[in-house]
């Protein structure tokens, strides 16, 4: 999606291993997310931002680390890459009114070997 | 957790055809969000419907919201082959801080045959 890009698209790593994922976007929208797409789940948020060093938990934080020290970027970290978390990564962001819909990015397939 | 459920998770129309999808949701909200995703895409955001709104419309676009009944529904009129995708209904519910994100459903598959 123009505006809001995540690399890399596709990732494959081993267990143990540290990965990050990022996203950028050229809006200078205040809001950020990350979720998850898993069959059988739809999307789950993993974490969400409101401005730059401002972050917080979703409904699924456990194993994943977020910073925010530029607007623009929304890197998720994954400390210690487990099977259960091979999914697809999406990233999202929102300008600063809460009637206002999501932007999203097209995605990382994450698999963890 | 799953806020909304979207009914029915798979729909097999005729092109030409209306389409209608439907969310049932469990809290209160301040808006449900409409989004559409194609096979290996991203999510497309189609409508915002807010929590003091009734119907709302978009092109071929129809959705209505029942807070009494915790339930929304999407109408995609006169449909196209290019309307073959995954349709997800999110609930919004800000607690004050504004960015707690939306909660999505599992989605409507629907497949437009030509």
């Known amino acids: 999606d123009a505006g809001i890009t995540q690399s890399p698209r596709y990732k494959i790593t081993e267990t143990g291993r540290q990965v990050t994922l990022m996203c950028h976007q050229t809006?200078?929208?205040?809001?950020m997310f990350w979720y998850r797409q898993d069959l059988g789940h739809g999307l789950r948020l993993i974490y969400y931002?409101?401005?730059?060093?401002?972050?917080d938990k979703g409904e699924v934080p456990d194993g994943y680390v977020v910073s925010r020290s530029k607007t623009e970027n929304f890197p998720l970290t994954l400390e210690s890459a487990t099977r259960s978390q091979t999914s697809v990564y999406f990233c999202?962001?929102?300008?600063?009114?809460?009637?206002?819909?999501?932007?999203f990015g097209s995605g990382t397939r994450l698999t963890v070997v | 957790s799953q806020q909304g459920e979207e009914d029915p998770q798979a729909l097999s129309i005729q092109e030409g055809e209306n389409a209608t999808m439907n969310c049932s949701y469990k809290?209160?909200?301040?808006?449900l969000q409409w989004y559409r995703q194609n096979s290996g895409r991203g999510l497309v955001h189609l409508i915002l419907?807010?929590?003091?709104?009734r119907e709302k419309h978009s092109g071929r676009l129809r959705v209505t919201l029942d807070t009494s009944k915790k339930s929304s529904s999407l109408l995609i009129t006169a449909s196209r082959a290019a309307d073959t995708a995954s349709y997800f209904c999110?609930?919004?519910?800000?607690?004050?801080?504004?960015?707690?994100?939306?909660?999505f459903g599992k989605g409507t598959h629907l497949i437009i045959q030509p």
């Open positions: 999110a609930t919004a519910q800000y607690s004050g801080g504004g960015a707690d994100g939306l909660t």
């Open positions: 419907i807010r929590s003091n709104e």
């Open positions: 809006w200078s929208h205040s809001y």
């Open positions: 999202a962001s929102r300008g600063a009114g809460v009637n206002y819909g999501y932007t």
């Open positions: 931002s409101a401005a730059a060093d401002i972050t």
């Open positions: 809290t209160s909200i301040n808006n």
